[in-house]
């Protein structure tokens, strides 16, 4: 019995969460064409194009691009649910990778966006 309890703990010292392993950040890349658009993640302006940014998971749902002469674009980020979670939260009944974040990932993880001149 001894040997047994000895294995379980031994077993949780090996546990790994998303958090630890993917993180709670994702670099996504954002390109325009014609380029030097500027680019907004949820209305807070995050510089211009073409543009990497390391974007907080739990955070981020939509991307305005926009450039004087062409028409403003806004694109919805999609997250796709990584299943492997699913273990932590059985194994050790952690939800910490739902909180953070680090179950999900931006799909996809690049965004380009053909701007279209403006009719005004």
Same mark, same amino acid.
């Given at each position: 019995?001894?040997?047994?309890?000895?294995?379980?703990?031994?077993?949780?010292?090996?546990?790994?969460?998303?958090?630890?392993?993917?993180?709670?950040?994702?670099?996504?890349?954002?390109?325009?064409?014609?380029? @030097?658009?500027?680019?907004?993640?949820?209305?807070?302006?995050?510089?211009?194009?073409?543009?990497?940014?390391?974007?907080?998971?739990?955070?981020?749902?939509?991307?305005?691009?926009?450039?004087?002469?062409?028409? !403003?674009?806004?694109?919805?980020?999609?997250?796709?649910?990584?299943?492997?979670?699913?273990?932590?939260?059985?194994?050790?009944?952690?939800?910490?990778?739902?909180?953070? @974040?680090?179950?999900?990932?931006?799909?996809?993880? !690049?965004?380009?966006?053909?701007?279209?001149?403006?009719?005004?």
């Amino acid at each position: 019995m001894h040997k047994f309890l000895v294995l379980i703990l031994f077993m949780f010292t090996l546990v790994s969460c998303s958090s630890i392993i993917k993180g709670t950040s994702q670099v996504i890349t954002i390109t325009s064409s014609p380029s @030097g658009a500027s680019v907004s993640v949820d209305g807070s302006p995050m510089g211009r194009t073409p543009l990497s940014l390391s974007l907080k998971k739990n955070a981020y749902s939509a991307i305005t691009i926009s450039k004087d002469g062409f028409s !403003t674009q806004i694109r919805q980020m999609q997250k796709s649910y990584d299943a492997i979670t699913l273990l932590n939260i059985f194994w050790d009944l952690s939800t910490t990778d739902m909180i953070t @974040g680090a179950a999900y990932e931006y799909q996809p993880n !690049t965004f380009h966006f053909e701007l279209e001149k403006s009719t005004n």
